[in-house]
């Protein structure tokens, strides 16, 4: 079996925000039209594509299952934002999944979703994290289909470690497991546990799979006594940005460490940049 000694990554996240300050970190270009929403990437142990899928988007496995047979990774990184369920972690900090659920579409139950794990641990994995002084912690990521309501999803999450909601993660790993493609799922925190997405915010994001400021500037205008809000979560979701690209450059680092082999998922030589 060929070992690499260059690591080929697809990192899948919602919105520009969460990848923007890592992909600074890197020598980058857009994607062309046609080829989805993101950029060609290329650091120092790695060469790849980050792509964006849209906050709950439209069918993201589809795009996810689209984007691993077109780029053929060797690795997948499922990453963004996420909210937390409970004090671990805190607001800003980060969780590596262990385990990944899904709710069902009536709300009432978690699903498990399997995925081929890229590291041999992810207790490992963050360690190593923790040495950098970055605040994480190994967890469950629990995909809904839209923003929904935490206090409705305590009872589900009790018997979870450090449970953490996001929108995309349980569809790139069925992707991922589909095409026994390895995946790391990274999150950092932008609202902690008690922290309700508020209505006005949640109807934007399931409307247009984002916050396009076209958008929110009219929601603001028509109360003004929402920024404050949105002050307080674009402050939080910069600290966590800031977070989240500190430990997708280590996570690059330490999956090159491993090389990765190369797989049946794997065909062709595309070269990225």
């Not at 919602?14 to 039209?33: G, N």
């Not at 990944?100 to 963050?126: I, K, M, N, Y």
């Amino acid at each position: 079996m060929a070992i690499l000694s260059r690591l080929r990554v697809l990192l899948l996240a919602s919105s520009p925000e969460e990848l923007r300050p890592f992909v600074r970190t890197c020598r980058h270009r857009r994607l062309a039209p046609g080829w989805g929403k993101g950029w060609l990437l290329e650091g120092a142990d790695f060469q790849g594509v980050g792509l964006l899928l849209g906050m709950g988007g439209t069918n993201p496995e589809f795009q996810a299952a689209q984007a691993m047979d077109q780029y053929s990774p060797d690795v997948v990184v499922a990453t963004g934002f996420g909210g937390a369920l409970t004090a671990v972690p805190p607001p800003t900090g980060l969780v590596v999944a262990e385990a990944c659920w899904r709710l069902t579409s009536d709300g009432r139950r978690l699903q498990p979703q399997e995925f081929p794990p890229a590291v041999p641990s992810v207790a490992e994995l963050v360690a190593d994290l923790q040495k950098r002084r970055l605040p994480t912690v190994a967890g469950t990521l629990i995909t809904t289909a839209k923003v929904t309501a935490k206090a409705s999803l305590l009872p589900l999450v009790a018997h979870l470690t450090a449970p953490v909601l996001d929108l995309e993660t349980a569809a790139v790993a069925a992707a991922a497991q589909a095409r026994r493609l390895p995946l790391v799922a990274v999150r950092a925190i932008t609202d902690g546990a008690g922290e309700e997405i508020q209505d006005f915010l949640a109807q934007i994001i399931h409307r247009h799979q984002g916050v396009p400021l076209s958008r929110l500037l009219p929601a603001l205008m028509a109360h003004p006594f929402r920024l404050p809000y949105i002050l307080h979560l674009w402050g939080r979701s910069r600290r966590a940005a800031w977070h989240l690209s500190a430990a997708l450059g280590h996570i690059m680092e330490y999956l090159s460490r491993l090389r990765i082999p190369v797989t049946g998922a794997r065909r062709g030589g595309k070269t990225f940049l």
